[in-house]
């Protein structure tokens, strides 16, 4: 009785430390973790240190260090000391649990701001297949399933990292998925911190059964993946070690499962037996894209290139997955979806890049460019309108807060898939019909990742290539939110010329924040004619161009320029006033 009585007051003594606790004060800067997995048991295991920095402004003498609630802390000391900690169920949808182990550390003494502080670790616990946090704002159980599919089980294990399953120590606020973009937000926060955080992991698989692959997503491995595992034995176990210079680009994952392998020098496909087939499929489609995307990306730069891999995923709906060289997804889709699928990817090992906006970016304007180039440019608009109507809708939402210029909600510092992928590809896009592919592709090829340190590298790069001033347009679309353009046609004026030719004046209003330079068309008699116009944001500028023969229609915009509204804007020229 005085035991618990001890224990009550103790964990009293420290609860005080939960309240008002920053858990973004600190952020790791090392973990050397080993890890040791059991299939047959779902179980993982996991000792090591981790090194600590208080990022904050001030003597920090609390944190917290969180891990999937399926786990238990077992031991936390600094210096081989016990540390004083209570834990607790923090509700939050960072894991796929719905909850977290937290433990709440108290220091003897207070660690000043940008001082480490080393702790040697250890925890262990099951890793099943959960749906908690989706199941309970009504996602459909299927549906669930289809996307949280993280587990370790006798017949397939794969455990990616923050966001789905905390398996390595994190901080994080709580977070709901219910706020459609809190998630985004709060991941990638964890990752500005841990941008340039190191991880080395000793992945061990033990058990009985013949695993033939363990794999992780790490881009320096020290021993190759996909070590074979000996024959079952009471004692039969494997390791690898794995080390990833920056967890904040690539989040660390490890998959064991039963697979086969096939390779070339693009890619490495692992693939479950029943898929053989769509392993050769993928194959088939990546020798298709590789010498279009190594053109795009690949040569005359030192890209330091990754080599694609593929991982397969037994269930057909399972919703795809990539981090660093790494893709995991089912090997049944169609052919085009591979294309596509394959031409991501290569993009992604080829172009490692510390800016979401760049990598995510470029990964969809290729398969839009890849599309253009196969199918024709109006195949590529398609696939831009199919993409960004989401993004329209986001803006639209926007809009009515009245904020369109804070920095927070830029490109460089948004957390979300929405704007990292798919307005970032409209801004890729944009920028190629401005200044050529030639120019992009110059870019491209003198990018290198490791000088990419000040916010306006690329646009440096542009300006280089293109000899043309980029500043408005990377500070409306990148540097800062601004919003979509919304073009009116405010006029239309055509003449006949002495020259027997025909002016036709036209002017644009941009009602939206952003300014955009979009394409005017005149279609004439005979054929049509199409100019350049640069609109700025909440303003209106004209153009003049010259018709050979009589003008019969003006448009502007031919979808290539996201907008707040999507309507075709025309203008029928019903008069053309003389020259005299």
């Not at 035991?3 to 609860?15: G, N, V």
């Not at 297949?129 to 989706?134: I, M, N, V």
């Not at 590809?425 to 290198?448: F, I, Q, R, S, T």
């Not at 020259?499 to 300014?515: I, Q, R, S």
């Amino acid at each position: 009785m005085m035991k618990r009585s001890c224990l009550f007051c103790l964990i009293c003594s420290l609860a005080p430390a939960a309240l008002g606790l920053d858990r973004h004060a600190f952020s790791v800067t090392r973990y050397d973790l080993s890890a040791t997995v059991e299939p047959e048991q779902q179980r993982l295991g996991v000792r090591g240190t981790v090194v600590l920095r208080n990022d904050s402004s001030s003597p920090q003498k609390d944190l917290a260090l969180q891990i999937s609630s399926s786990l238990g802390w077992r031991s936390i000391q600094s210096g081989g000391k016990p540390v004083q900690f209570f834990f607790q169920t923090y509700t939050s949808d960072i894991d796929h649990t719905g909850a977290l182990m937290e433990a709440i550390l108290t220091l003897p003494n207070a660690i000043a701001p940008k001082e480490n502080v080393e702790f040697e670790i250890g925890y262990e616990g099951v890793i099943p297949q959960d749906t908690t946090r989706l199941t309970r704002i009504a996602v459909p159980a299927d549906s669930a399933a289809h996307s949280d599919w993280d587990r370790i089980s006798r017949s397939f294990t794969a455990v990616r990292g923050i966001g789905y399953v905390a398996w390595y120590p994190v901080a994080t606020e709580a977070v709901n998925l219910s706020d459609a973009t809190a998630m985004f937000d709060e991941v990638e926060r964890w990752k500005r911190r841990e941008r340039e955080a190191e991880m080395q992991v000793k992945l061990c698989v033990l058990g009985k059964n013949p695993f033939s692959t363990a794999l992780m997503n790490d881009n320096n491995v020290v021993q190759a993946p996909g070590t074979p595992l000996p024959p079952p034995s009471p004692s039969a176990i494997a390791c690898s070690v794995h080390r990833y210079s920056y967890i904040g680009l690539t989040v660390p994952m490890f998959i064991v499962g039963n697979y086969s392998k096939t390779e070339d020098s693009n890619v490495t496909i692992y693939y479950l037996p029943e898929h053989r087939a769509g392993a050769d499929n993928y194959a088939l489609a990546v020798r298709e894209t590789a010498p279009v995307v190594n053109e795009w990306f690949g040569p005359g730069r030192d890209h330091g290139r990754q080599k694609a891999q593929v991982v397969d995923l037994a269930d057909p709906d399972a919703s795809p997955f990539e981090s660093g060289s790494l893709l995991l997804l089912p090997l049944v889709g169609d052919d085009a979806t591979l294309l596509l699928s394959s031409v991501q990817h290569l993009t992604h090992a080829l172009f490692p890049s510390p800016r979401p906006w760049i990598s995510e970016g470029l990964a969809r304007y290729a398969q839009a460019s890849f599309l253009a180039e196969r199918k024709g440019r109006q195949e590529a608009m398609v696939y831009l309108e199919n993409h960004r109507r989401a993004l329209v809708e986001a803006e639209r939402q926007n809009a009515t807060l009245g904020d369109d210029s804070g920095a927070e909600h830029s490109l460089l510092s948004a957390g979300d898939e929405l704007s990292q992928q798919v307005k970032a590809m409209n801004v890729w896009w944009m920028l190629k019909d401005m200044v050529g592919e030639a120019a992009v592709k110059g870019a491209l090829h003198n990018y290198k990742s490791a000088d990419d340190k000040d916010a306006d590298y690329m646009q440096k790069l542009l300006e280089a290539e293109a000899h043309r001033d980029l500043g408005w347009f990377f500070a409306d679309w990148v540097y800062r939110d601004r919003g979509l353009p919304d073009f009116r046609i405010r006029s239309v004026y055509a003449r006949h010329t002495a020259a027997a030719g025909y002016m036709v004046t036209v002017t644009v209003e941009n009602l939206g924040g952003a300014g955009a330079e979009v394409p005017v068309t005149v279609q004439m008699l005979a054929g049509k004619t199409t100019d350049r116009l640069v609109v700025p944001g909440r303003s209106k500028t004209s153009i003049r161009i010259l018709a050979a023969s009589p003008p019969q229609q003006v448009l502007v915009n031919d979808g290539s320029v996201p907008e707040m509204r999507t309507s075709t804007h025309e203008y029928r020229i019903r008069a053309v006033a003389s020259s005299k």
